[in-house]
């Protein structure tokens, strides 16, 4: 299955991605993740997305097509894969719509995991990542076992740069102005499913299985 998580930052893409890609056995593949691995490991692309990325933009669509392009590529995506944070803008919108058709394919559903503004801002100052796996957990939503460690590698985790108050406030911004209109575009191709986003991790799961009939 080829899906699409859109959802406004925080909404919990990356939380109901990393469950699904499990349950489907397909890869998860996050731009966001991408860059932030750039960015620890001090690359050339990491340099230029921190620039950005900090300042709550989006990263230059030329840029991103080109990272998104080369992880389509790979063998792991032949039966399906979901993408998290990718299209965030009509021309990626486009330019996927392009090369999934070139290949004789296209996205089968896009969900769109809604959640309201002030929701958002609650949940981003909450939110810690393991240092090691990136693994997302929520200091009251969704706190780790033992206190500023990963569950699942036992690393530490720690709050995200871009996860201050006014950097959330700028990427919801942006994500209104540049993001939102994705909603309209998959909407008219017949592709779009909506979930609303709920305060429990667990009814949201079901929710995305339930529109997705998986
Ligand atoms: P990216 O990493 O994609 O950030 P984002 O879209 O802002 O989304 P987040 O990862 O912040 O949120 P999420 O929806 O994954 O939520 P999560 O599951 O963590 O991108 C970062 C930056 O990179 C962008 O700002 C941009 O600059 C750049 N970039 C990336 N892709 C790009 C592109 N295509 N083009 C250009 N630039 C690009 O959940 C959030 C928190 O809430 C967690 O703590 C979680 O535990 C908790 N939570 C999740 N679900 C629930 C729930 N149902 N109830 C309560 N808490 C919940
Ligand atoms: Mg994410």
């Known amino acids: 299955m ?3 998580l859109l959802g406004a930052p925080g909404a919990g893409k990356g939380t109901q991605a990393t469950k699904l890609s499990q349950k489907l056995s397909i890869p998860h593949i996050s731009t966001g993740d991408i860059f932030r691995n750039n960015i620890k490991n ?19 669509d030329e840029l991103t097509i ?14 399906g894969f979901i993408l998290d944070g990718f299209p965030r803008t009509i021309p990626q919108a486009e330019y996927l719509e392009k090369a999934l058709n070139e290949m004789g394919t296209d996205i089968d559903h896009v969900v769109n995991v809604s959640v309201a503004d002030e929701e958002i801002i609650k949940r981003m100052s909450g939110r810690r990542v393991c240092t090691n796996c990136g693994a997302t957990f929520h200091t009251v939503f969704n706190p ?31 994500y209104h102005e540049q993001t939102e209109p994705l909603i ?30 998986v």
């Open 2 to 4: 080829k899906l699409i």
């Open 42 to 60: 001090s690359t050339e692309l990491g340099k230029k997305a921190k620039e950005y990325i900090d300042k709550g933009m989006l990263v230059p």
């Open 66 to 79: 080109s990272i998104v392009k080369d992880r389509l590529m790979q063998d792991d995506c032949k039966n």
């Open 144 to 174: 780790t076992k033992k206190d500023g460690i990963c569950d699942n590698c036992n690393a530490s985790v720690i709050q995200r740069d871009d996860d201050k108050e006014e950097t959330v406030i700028s990427r919801l911004k942006t």
């Open 184 to 213: 309209g575009f998959y909407s008219k191709r017949g592709k779009l499913l909506t979930v609303i986003g709920r305060e429990e991790i667990e009814e949201t799961s079901k929710a995305v299985i339930k529109v997705l009939g």
